[in-house]
């Protein structure tokens, strides 16, 4: 982990940057208080974990009604 005053930060944020795609945390202080990390993002989701996620959505939705109810019903009561 690295610790950097904020003020420092500001010249060496390519630097920081790199650090923290390397792997490493960089936390951000003001007067030696922390109020900020740098850090690279823990896991992308990728195009098919999304599709699969939004498929599985659509297929809730189709599945299941609000009470007695149905989904399209109210939607349309709305817009009257």
Known sequence: ???VGIFEAKSSLGQL???AAAGETVV???RGKPV???RAPQAEIGQENAAQTIEALRK???GNRVGAFDTAELIAEGRR
């Open 60 to 62: 809730f939705r189709r």
């Open 28 to 30: 951000l202080t003001r």
């Open 17 to 19: 940057v790199q650090s």
């Open 36 to 38: 900020a990390e740098i």
């Open 1 to 3: 982990m690295i610790t």
